[in-house]
């Protein structure tokens, strides 16, 4: 037999609703782009504030389900909530170099618009210790590899947590762009205990 010991959530859901979004994310385009090197992402980093509400509805309440069941928080005044958002824009044969997302808790991705083979790959942070010793392997799986990929599909969230280092690679058959919603969160309530002296207030 063979468990699985301090795994990785990445939480995949996808919306059953049709979200009516063209004008708002041209709205958004119109407002300004900035290029960073490999794509293009919104000058406004706070575009859930302004518009998107049914997006961020959909966000937020999914949030609430990663939180409870891959948290699982004792029942207090956790307030887990969305800071920035930005719009992402990776035109054929763009990419997304490797980062991850500090000052934040759990990050998340919503596609608006993909393509077939259109992925997201994460970056095991132990690996750089598993690869001391350096095997030719004959198939990959969860336990050898450095990277792992899952599918981009419109209409669809993925959250994890923002420590992971996460990239998108050129997709060879892209035809058109592909549009993508970031965001970050963090949590207002209490942390920690007095008698554990780390007791910690966030407003």
């Known amino acids: 037999m063979i468990e699985s010991v301090f795994p990785c959530p990445v939480y995949i859901v996808k919306s059953n609703s049709k979200f009516t979004y063209d004008e708002e994310i041209g709205n ?5 782009m900035q290029f960073n090197g490999s794509n293009s992402n919104s000058i406004s980093s706070y575009i859930f504030d302004t518009g998107l509400k049914k997006i961020k509805q959909f966000c937020e309440e999914q949030i609430k389900i990663y939180v409870e069941q891959i948290i699982c928080p004792v029942e207090g005044d956790l307030d887990f909530y969305i800071t920035q ?16 997302h500090s000052n934040s808790i759990i990050s998340g991705v919503f596609y608006i618009s993909t393509e077939e083979d259109d992925k997201i790959t994460f970056v095991d942070p132990n690996y750089h210790v598993k690869d001391r010793i350096k095997f030719e392997t004959k198939v990959s799986n969860i336990w050898n590899s450095e990277q792992w990929s899952f599918q981009s599909n419109s209409n669809e969230l993925i959250l994890f947590p923002s420590w992971l280092n996460h990239m998108v690679n050129p997709n060879p058959k892209a035809t058109k762009d592909r549009l993508s919603i970031s965001f970050n ?12 002296k780390n007791k910690l207030i966030l407003k």
Do not use: K, M, Q
């Open 28 to 32: 958004i385009i119109d407002a300004g």
């Open 85 to 100: 958002s930005w719009l992402n824009v990776n035109r054929p044969g763009e990419s997304h170099y490797e980062h991850c």
């Open 185 to 196: 969160t963090f949590v207002r309530g209490t942390l920690g205990e007095i008698t554990s």
